[in-house]
C-alpha cells in the first residue's frame, strides 16, 4: 500500500469511527462557495473556519477562476448558492513557472506523446500574486451569470496562517 | 459582512493565533494528490487523514478527472507527485442532472446572455457512480503524461463517513 492509501484507509477508519454528520443536506447550509488553491499547506475547513456542510470548496493550481467556472456554475444555479470567496495565497507554485516552462519539463520528462497532449494547455500561471486575486474578481463579476453573486477577494499567508481581504 | 466573510475572518483569526507550521515546503512532503468533489459534506484533510503539506486537494464538481487534468500535470511535472487518489462519494449532485437541465436552469434564472456564456460547457454530469470512479481513473491511465503515476479510485459515503475502494 502507497504512502497515500495508507494515509486514507487507516485515516478514515478513526474519522468513520466518531462521524456524526450522516444527514447533512446536500445544498450547502450557508450558501457560498470557497474558491482557493490545491496547495498541500491549505487547509480549507480550519484556516477558513467553514463548517462541515456549509459551503462548496473548490480547488486547482492557482485558484484560477476560469477553471473553476463550470463547478462555480453548478454551484450557483443547481445548489443556490450566492456567494464566492476566492482566496489565493503566497508563496504559490502558479508564480514560478510559465506555459513554456511547463511544457518544456513534460516533453523533456515524459516525451513527445505527452508534450502533445499538453500542447494546447494553458497552465494558468501568473506573475503577480494580489493583482491575479483582483483580475479573476473581476473576470467572474463580468460573467451574466454570476449577475447578483457576490464575489471577494483574499490572499493567505503560508508563512502565518492569516488571511487578509484584497478586494 | 456576509456569512461566509464572517466565518473567514472570525475563524481565521483563531486559526492564525495557534498556527505554528509556516515553515512547511512548497512540494507535498507525501508526494500525492487527493482529488475529490466540491460538496459541502467532505473535510478532505479530517476525512482522508491528509496532514498539512502532505498532498496537493484538487476539488471540483464531480470530482472530474478531465476538468483536473490542467492541476494535475502540474502537481506532478512541476512539483513532483507521483500519485493520485480519485475520491467520489454517494449522494453526488452530479448524479441529478444533465447539461439540457443545467442549461436551461441557466436560461431560466439568469436570461439568454448567460445562456450564451455556457452554450458549450459540459457540466460534466454522471448518471452512474461507480462506473464513473472506474472511467475517471481509466481516462487518466491512458494519459502519455500520466505514464508512471500510481492512480487509484474509491468512494467516499457521506451518509457513513467511510471510505472505499472501488479501483
Known amino acids: 500500500m502507497s504512502l497515500g492509501e495508507n494515509n486514507l484507509v487507516e ?4 474519522y468513520a469511527a466518531s462521524f456524526t454528520q450522516g444527514d447533512l443536506a446536500l445544498p450547502p447550509s450557508h450558501h457560498y462557495t470557497g474558491l482557493t ?13 467553514i463548517p462541515l456542510g456549509a459551503a462548496h470548496v473548490i ?6 477562476a ?15 448558492t450566492t ?7 503566497t508563496g504559490c507554485g502558479m508564480l514560478t513557472f510559465d506555459n513554456e516552462t511547463a511544457r518544456g519539463l513534460v516533453k523533456k ?28 474578481v473581476e473576470w467572474l463579476k463580468s460573467r451574466a451569470v454570476e449577475e447578483g453573486i457576490r ?16 478586494v
Open 11 to 14: 485515516g478514515n477508519k478513526a
Open 109 to 136: 520528462n515524459k516525451g513527445e506523446a505527452a508534450a502533445k497532449e499538453v500542447e494546447g494547455l494553458d497552465f494558468l500561471a501568473f506573475p503577480d500574486l494580489e493583482e491575479k486575486v483582483r483580475e479573476d
Open 151 to 166: 464575489v471577494t477577494g483574499w490572499v493567505y499567508e503560508v508563512e502565518t496562517g492569516k488571511v487578509r481581504r484584497v
Open 83 to 89: 456567494e464566492v470567496l476566492l482566496v489565493k495565497h
Open 59 to 64: 480547488r486547482n493550481a492557482g485558484a484560477s
Open 37 to 49: 488553491c490545491m496547495d498541500a499547506r491549505i487547509d480549507p475547513a480550519a484556516a477558513f473556519n
Open 66 to 80: 476560469r477553471d473553476a467556472f463550470r463547478s462555480l456554475v453548478i454551484s450557483q444555479q443547481l445548489l443556490g
